[in-house]
């Protein structure tokens, strides 16, 4: 169903004609501001669909205008893709009229019209039953619908649980709300109650099956108790008997067995097992003492020729040490000697060094003076004091005085004659210390230092290596090894009375002969287990024949006694009762047993009932809350809403538990107040009878982020044939998107 126009006259606030042409399919908004009349509207369609014309009273006056007038209301709805009109006229003058628009026909008139109006739109009689779940007036929206109940909050048949459960439960088979399943319940429970305490538990104190318990406890203990006697007759016979048998069987092995006859074998075995085994364990002794004098024969061979052969080593490792040690002193003497140490070579190697850059510089800052000398001028020039004999040619650093005699002096000099003298001090104090260093080493060159140096090297690495192959042979020293030699010759000394390998092989021989001896002796002895046996053996025929005859005394004594006490039993009689009290119990518990099953099956009769009952109103509310939770996981996230078995809203449960309606803050039910008949809405579009989901001024006190959360479930309900929202907060539900609905004037047919 959908509605296609609403108008009104003389109705509530609007006193002159007002109409809304342009309803469409989905979400229609009407927005305008307060007062403007949009609760006139939501009444106008209840008065429609809802109200008879020929109401009276407060409900008329609550239609009339402030100026008076008589009310109007015309609605054009879609049915099943039929076009309709229901015009409704109030108070003097009222009248209903229902028309076809597709045909252009009247169809019904009055009572008629109101009749058909109500067929059509799925309602019995003048219940609300559809309307009443997803038409919502202003502030009713901030409470969860409760099907069924007036807005005072009382019980009141408005058909609107009926909807549901026919929505619901067409296809649901229950007895949960049938007069029979009540009739049935009642009837269980009343023959329960007789039988059974009020927990079912267990059995009513003085009803029947209390008292058959009773009975048959009473006739069982009868019964037992015979049967306890009887069986005790029966089994004193069967031991009289059995005694009397044992008796005479003990009595025949008495007179067939003679005293003492049975064990005189078996002891003159033990004697001869007794001698064998002594034998056995001399020999045994006799072959443990000539291999222990073999075993020792053979280690003190063996230790002394290891002790020979350690003693040769040992003196082949004293004599090595010896030369080692010997070569060792001679050559750390000869390397102590030896002062060209590498300390002393690197110092001949400085100074060599410092004296060439002296004379390289030297060279550098010279002056060459040439002189050649004739025949005749042999002695007559002297050079710093010299004569000069021949001719000759001099690097001139420092100043030089040239005489000739007999004619002058030449003084000769260089721009650097200072640095020359200075570096001619230098090299000879080089030259100096070089020939100290030599003569102290006792070396000539410093080539032959540097080869005194490199074999003083090697020798001490000859040394180094070995001082190590000493300590390897000798680690506790040469003085150690040589008492570790006089201790072993010794020892060699002191076993000079240790038995020679002859000795040995002849007490090798002598202990095999022994351990053939033993051997033979062991074969003819009995072993450990069979003389434990035999005199075991022997013992159990001592016993038995002791045991014997004592069980013949006590087989008399204990027959006389049971004789005696049942004959005693005989004469009372009791066991003869036995059968008549073992019937009394059957039928006594038979009877506790029909009870038991009947109250048995009573109880499961009302478990079953209990859980039809439940599966029935879990079956109504389920598709309630399929439809619902994923309107609840857009809104509130992870959450649920449980039902009442009326359908009311009972509380929501979030991660942290579960609420009562009632405790959430106005937005939160009002949010929850809409899903819950926009579900209601979608389950009455899926069964063919949906109606249009109507809301006036819904969500007053949701915040921005619900209710665009909610506006987004209403877009996305496209099963739901229309939805209409009434509102006053125009700028707030921009955010829905659908037809913009106006009020414009309207002429009203005569």
């Known amino acids: 169903m959908k509605i296609l126009a609403l108008r009104v006259a003389s109705f509530r606030r609007f006193g002159e004609p007002v109409a809304i042409e342009t309803f469409g399919e989905g979400v229609n908004v009407l927005c305008g501001p307060n007062e403007m009349g949009k609760s006139t509207m939501f009444h106008a369609l209840e008065a429609a669909f809802l109200v008879r014309h020929k109401v009276s009273g407060g409900v008329l006056d609550d239609m009339r205008p402030y100026g008076g007038g008589e009310p109007l209301v015309e609605v054009d709805f879609e049915v099943d893709g039929r076009r309709w009109r229901i015009r409704k006229q109030f108070g003097r003058g009222s009248g209903a009229f229902l028309s076809d628009l597709d045909s252009g026909t009247s169809v019904a008139r009055a009572a008629e019209a109101e009749e058909r109006l109500a067929e059509l739109t799925g309602r019995s009689s003048d219940l609300p039953g559809s309307f009443g779940l997803v038409w919502v007036r202003q502030q009713r929206g901030l409470s969860p619908p409760n099907p069924d109940f007036d807005p005072s909050g009382k019980v009141k048949d408005r058909g609107e649980r009926a909807i549901l459960r026919d929505v619901i439960g067409r296809e649901i088979e229950t007895a ?32 029947p099956l209390y008292v058959a318990v009773k009975l048959r406890d009473e006739a069982k203990a009868q019964f037992e108790e015979t049967r306890t006697i009887a069986q005790a007759a029966e089994q004193r016979l069967n031991q009289i008997a059995a005694m009397t048998a044992r008796l005479g069987e003990l009595e025949a092995q008495s007179r067939s067995h003679a005293p003492g006859a049975g064990t005189a074998e078996l002891e003159a075995r033990r004697a001869t097992a007794i001698t064998t085994r002594s034998e056995r364990d001399v020999a045994r002794e006799a072959m443990r003492a000539r291999e222990a004098e073999h075993a020792a024969a053979a280690s003190a061979l063996t230790a002394r020729k290891k002790s020979a052969e350690e003693l040769a080593a040992k003196r082949a490792a004293h004599t090595t040490a010896c030369d080692l040690a010997r070569q060792i002193e001679t050559w750390a003497l000869e390397i102590e000697a030896d002062t060209a140490v590498p300390t002393v070579i690197d110092r001949l190697v400085a100074l060599e060094q410092e004296r060439a850059v002296a004379e390289a510089e030297l060279s550098g800052h010279a002056a060459t003076v040439d002189i050649a000398l004739e025949e005749s001028g042999r002695g007559r020039i002297e050079i710093g004091g010299s004569p000069l004999q021949e001719s000759r040619k001099f690097s001139v650093v420092e100043p030089l005085e040239i005489r000739i005699a007999g004619i002058g002096t030449i003084g000769i000099s260089t721009a650097h004659a200072a640095r020359g003298a200075e570096l001619r001090t230098k090299s000879e104090a080089a030259s100096r210390e070089m020939e100290d260093v030599l003569k102290r080493i006792g070396a000539a060159t410093i080539e032959e230092a540097r080869a005194r140096s490199s074999a003083r090297t090697k020798k001490q690495a000859n040394l180094s290596g070995a001082r190590a192959r000493l300590s390897d042979i000798a680690p506790r020293g040469v003085d150690a090894l040589a008492s570790d030699i006089a201790e072993i010759e010794a020892v060699l000394v002191a076993d000079q009375a240790v038995h020679s390998e002859g000795d040995v092989e002849r007490l090798k021989s002598a202990a095999m002969d022994a351990r053939l001896t033993f051997n033979a002796l062991s074969a003819q002895a009995m072993s450990d287990d069979d003389f434990r ?77 209990g859980e039809i009952e439940a599966r029935a109103k879990a079956a109504y509310s389920a598709p309630i809350s399929r439809r619902l939770s994923g309107h609840l996981e857009r809104v509130f996230g992870s959450s649920e809403l449980t039902f009442q078995d009326d359908f009311a809203v009972a509380a929501l449960r979030r991660a942290n538990g579960a609420e009562n309606v009632s405790a ?84 009203p047919e005569r």
């Not at 009739?183 to 009513?204: E, H, I, N």
């Not at 001024?697 to 877009?715: F, I, N, Q, W």
């Open 176 to 207: 949960a709300f049938d007069a029979v399943f009540e009739g049935v319940r009642d009837r269980t429970k009343r023959a329960l109650d007789v039988l059974a305490t009020p927990s079912r538990g267990a059995a009513k104190k003085d009803g």
């Open 533 to 609: 046996k035999l005199d075991g053996e022997i013992a159990s025929a001592r016993n038995a024949e002791a045991s014997r005859k004592s069980e013949i005394e006590r087989l008399k004594n204990e027959l006389a006694h049971t004789k005696g006490a049942q004959q005693a039993l005989d004469e009372s009689g009791r066991a003869s009762e036995l059968a008549a009290h073992e019937g009394e119990f059957e039928r006594a518990e038979a009877e506790v047993q029909r009870l038991s099953h009947e109250a048995k099956a009573l109880r499961l009769l009302e478990r079953t009932l």
């Open 664 to 747: 959430l803050s106005d937005g939160t039910r009002e949010q929850l107040s809409l899903l819950v008949r926009l579900a209601f809405a979608e389950i009455l579009a899926e069964s063919g009878r949906g109606v249009p989901l109507v809301v006036d001024d819904p969500l007053a006190y949701s915040d921005d982020v619900r209710l665009a959360a909610v506006c987004a479930e209403l877009a996305a309900a496209t099963s739901v044939p229309q939805i209409i929202v009434l509102t006053c907060r125009e700028r707030a539900f921009e955010i829905l998107p659908g037809r913009r609905l106006t009020v414009t004037n309207w002429r």
